[in-house]
């Protein structure tokens, strides 16, 4: 599975989108991204995940550069509650055994 | 519908020791992964189980084991404790072993 690099940690304005980037210049053609989050002294939970195209759902948009070598995860309208370490993985759904590889992720904090 | 559910929440041991940490999963959900965090860092894989077999295994000594019951459960087993075993773990689930996982909140263990 392709390494990822994500910022330490970033701030946002209540209100304001929250863009949160990730590299992973090594990804190959089957691999896909998945972003996760995790609310402190909770369980990770979902976001959302993608190949190549944009993906869009409730909770957040992902968007992919065209060469795949990057992505951002957007929150368009931050909360307080969005405080919460984000992890950028990628991985190959299919091949081999199914370990999600954790960085260290961004430290999001939403200011009020 | 309940969600990943583990227990127990807390626990404390000392070195030496052994404890017994379990999992249920969403029902439905077939498989069972299990996931070690200590303090600062993200996630690390340790086990995952599909249909009852094990799929896939990470860098852990022999002193970590895991079961999947016929009802889909699980037990992670830790022997002879190490300090370095305290961490909070995690047990998720999901439908089948290349899904995205639901994680539960974890069962944080102590080791004095």
């Known amino acids: 599975d392709a390494k990822t690099t994500q910022p330490t940690s970033m701030d946002c304005a209540e209100g304001r989108a929250a863009n949160l980037p990730c590299n992973h210049s090594?990804?190959?053609?089957?691999?896909?991204v998945y972003w996760y989050r995790q609310i402190h002294s909770q369980g990770p939970q979902y976001i959302i995940h993608?190949?190549?195209n944009n993906e869009t759902n409730e909770m957040a948009s992902l968007i992919i550069t065209e060469d795949r070598k990057s992505s951002t995860l957007i929150l368009p309208h931050a909360t307080l509650r969005d405080t919460a370490v984000y992890y950028c993985?990628?991985?190959?759904?299919?091949?081999?055994?199914?370990?999600?590889?954790f960085g260290t992720g961004t430290r999001l904090k939403v200011l009020a | 519908d309940a969600g990943v559910t583990q227990s127990p929440t807390h626990l404390i041991k000392t070195r030496g020791q052994q404890v017994t940490l379990r999992c249920s999963p969403i029902s439905g959900h077939k498989s069972v992964s299990w996931y070690q965090q200590v303090l600062g860092q993200g996630p690390q894989f340790i086990f995952q189980y599909y249909e009852k077999e094990e799929r896939g295994r990470g860098n852990f000594p022999d002193r970590f084991s895991a079961r999947q019951f016929p009802n889909y459960s699980s037990e992670l087993n830790v022997n002879a404790l190490l300090l370095g075993d305290s961490a909070l773990y995690l047990c998720a689930s999901s439908l089948g072993g290349a899904n995205v996982l639901t994680f539960g909140a974890g069962s944080r263990l102590t080791v004095l």
């Open positions: 993985i990628v991985k190959n759904p299919v091949a081999g055994t199914y370990k999600y590889i």
């Open positions: 993608g190949l190549k």
């Open positions: 090594t990804i190959s053609g089957n691999e896909y």
